[in-house]
């Protein structure tokens, strides 16, 4: 069934650094791909999405490429501000069932000044 | 991008009590919501979906007479936690689905709803 792998966190980082969060998918069909971020206390909000392969989505700096060759959809960032720190979740909805979107277990990212 | 609000934001509740929390689309028409729930540093937790004019469609182990969903009209579903219970008190979210033509479709959450219940 479809399925998501995300990169274990949490992740620390300094001001400035680079970063990438690592997601690969496992899907039937042609799934659309997206990064959603949560801020404590908070819902979800949409970071960026993809929905065909090598589609390169992007926002607020943050940017992922659609590889249907390794099945990954990784996040990066060149210089992060710690306004990024939040809870990052890759996400996937299926072709083959309806509407439903197939979560990463979340990426906990704090950025230090 | 889209708006989808959820209240209450917040909400305290005696065992026993039943509680309801709306989750609307403010500025799009959504034939289907969704309700997850989410437990403290984990992902969520899908437990239903609303479908607009139909029964909503449960997942496995999630208790339909305890979790009552209503999706009265294109912009709006309820979840009402009847009888609640301490082990009850969480973190719910919704979620709604923009059908956006030739780019496919998007879903836009609600800020969430903290349910605690003492």
């Known amino acids: 069934g479809d399925s998501v792998t995300q990169m274990e966190g949490p992740v620390t980082l300094s001001e400035e650094a680079f970063l990438t969060i690592n997601c690969t998918y496992t899907?039937?069909?042609?799934?659309?791909l997206f990064w959603y971020v949560q801020y404590p206390g908070e819902g979800l909000q949409l970071l960026l999405k993809?929905?065909?392969?090598?589609d390169k989505g992007s926002n607020k700096g943050f940017e992922a490429t659609y590889r249907k060759e390794t099945t990954s959809f990784h996040l990066e960032k060149g210089s992060v501000q710690v306004s990024d720190s939040a809870v990052y979740f890759c996400a996937l909805l299926g072709g083959s069932t309806l509407g439903r979107l197939y979560f990463g277990r979340g990426t906990q990212l704090t950025v230090w000044p | 991008g889209a708006v989808v609000s959820q209240h209450p934001s917040r909400v305290i509740c005696k065992s026993g009590t039943s509680v309801k929390i709306e989750c609307r689309s403010l500025d799009f028409q959504a034939t289907t919501m969704f309700w997850y729930r989410q437990f403290p540093k984990q992902s969520l937790m899908l437990m239903a979906t609303?479908?607009?004019?139909?029964?909503?469609?449960?997942e496995q182990g999630v208790e339909k007479d305890k979790f009552l969903i209503n999706h009265a009209s294109l912009t709006l579903s309820t979840l009402t936690v009847t009888s609640a219970h301490p082990e009850d008190s969480s973190f719910y979210i919704c979620?709604?689905?923009?059908?956006?033509?030739?780019?496919?479709?998007?879903?836009?959450f609600g800020p969430g709803t903290r349910l605690l219940v003492l």
């Open positions: 979620s709604a689905r923009e059908l956006q033509g030739g780019t496919g479709e998007t879903q836009y």
């Open positions: 609303s479908n607009e004019g139909s029964k909503a469609t449960y």
């Open positions: 899907a039937t069909g042609y799934p659309s």
């Open positions: 993809a929905t065909k392969a090598d």
